[in-house]
């Protein structure tokens, strides 16, 4: 079977979407697929400028007037075309041709189009871009929905429906592992602040509305000096409005802020952690919940859907807006050893369903019926 992915346009710098793109790509041909990576050529975009002021729209015209040729072209030689983030739905054709399938991360966006509250507004211009996205979803074969939450998202959004919607968990897109504690210092050296036996706790991820790190700032302030750790934010650095706050808060000289860290800083990270503090208020999956558990790391995050079935209820669960539950679940994890043991047994346990093997072993079936009712 001959399979095309298409990924994401370079100059977006969606670097999640890039590393699902090359687990599905790598895990694809590991297994002895004949597969081949097609994106959206930057055209206009040579130089690969990010999509800001007049740029995002020369990116529009890049992948909504220009790529759907080339993409179609490259799916003439394919079995099987899986589209791997349902954002690129667009590229699912209106006619005949190789049956399509894409994942769906999450429909927030489409929501947020639709006037419901998921922290992802839209302009005018951009609600046009999610009906269309809904509409090319409509045309796939199969939708592969990342968690149940998706999925149930995607068949209130998808009345009528007639493809297959399934759920195919995203898979760790790293071999994280429990380090042995000299490895983790020696890879963490190059974080001075952090050389120390000092405790600290980890939030992976953006200054996004809906990642909601200003509860983490409150937590922090609630804690205050009865737990004397700092509070590492890995991937984004802060923004001057969340600096702002801490120092209004009075916990800006706790903050260490490591700008996208690499895979190995960020499994010593995970692993030399008291806890993975993430209060996201919504998401389609919640990566940084896995790979903490996979390093040993214990999980308190919010209680919203989909955490408890990603986390498998194998973490501290919070109302995010609720900076006092935090500080409850760090005071939690310090006073009692038992508890904390317990979620690092049950999250490495958890963590372990996650594998690349599974993944592709269910994309592969998923592949075989789409093929055999086209």
């Known amino acids: 079977m001959r399979?095309?992915?298409?990924?994401?346009?370079?100059?977006?710098?969606?670097?999640?979407?890039?590393?699902?793109?090359?687990l599905l790509y790598c895990g694809l041909r590991d297994a002895g697929v004949e597969v081949t990576l097609a994106l959206p050529g930057a055209t206009l975009n040579r130089n690969g400028r990010p999509p800001t002021d007049w740029w995002k729209w020369v990116g529009y015209v890049d992948k909504l007037v220009l790529a759907p040729r080339s993409i179609s072209r490259a799916a003439r030689h394919a079995d099987i075309v899986h589209v791997c983030d349902h954002s690129n739905a667009v590229y699912v054709p209106q006619g005949t041709g190789a049956p399509h399938v894409v994942t769906c991360h999450d429909l927030l966006a489409v929501r947020g189009a639709l006037g419901e509250a998921t922290d992802c507004p839209a302009t005018t211009t951009g609600g046009i871009l999610q009906r269309l996205i809904l509409a090319g979803l409509s045309r796939a074969h199969a939708v592969a929905c990342v968690s149940q939450a998706t999925l149930r998202d995607a068949a209130r959004l998808l009345p009528g429906y007639r493809g297959e919607l399934v759920v195919t968990p995203n898979a760790l897109n790293h071999p994280y592992g429990v380090l042995a504690p000299e490895v983790r210092r020696e890879r963490l050296r190059a974080l001075p602040v952090l050389a120390g036996d000092e405790p600290f706790l980890l939030h992976v991820g953006s200054n996004l509305r809906r990642k909601n790190r200003e509860i983490i700032l409150e937590s922090l302030a609630l804690i205050g000096p009865a737990w004397r750790g700092k509070m590492v934010f890995a991937g984004q650095p802060l923004s001057p409005e969340l600096r702002d706050r801490a120092r209004q808060l009075g916990v800006a000289d706790r903050l260490v802020e490591v700008e996208k860290p690499g895979n190995d800083v960020l499994e010593a990270l995970y692993g030399s952690a008291h806890a993975l503090l993430f209060p996201s208020r919504f998401e389609g999956f919640g990566w940084p919940i896995i790979e903490a558990q996979a390093c040993g790391c214990p999980v308190i995050c919010s209680d919203r859907e989909p955490f408890p079935e990603v986390s498998g209820n194998a973490a501290i669960l919070c109302d995010p807006d609720d900076a006092g539950?935090?500080?409850?679940?760090?005071?939690e994890l310090a006073s009692l050893p038992g508890r904390r043991e317990n979620l690092v047994s049950h999250g490495l346990a958890n963590a372990a369903r996650y594998g690349r093997r599974?993944?592709?072993s269910r994309f592969s079936a998923l592949y075989e019926r789409v093929a055999e009712r086209a």
Do not use: C, K
């Open 3 to 22: 399979v095309l992915l298409v990924g994401n346009y370079e100059p977006d710098g969606q670097e999640s979407m890039a590393r699902y793109a090359s």
């Open 325 to 331: 539950a935090f500080a409850r679940g760090v005071f």
């Open 358 to 360: 599974e993944m592709i």
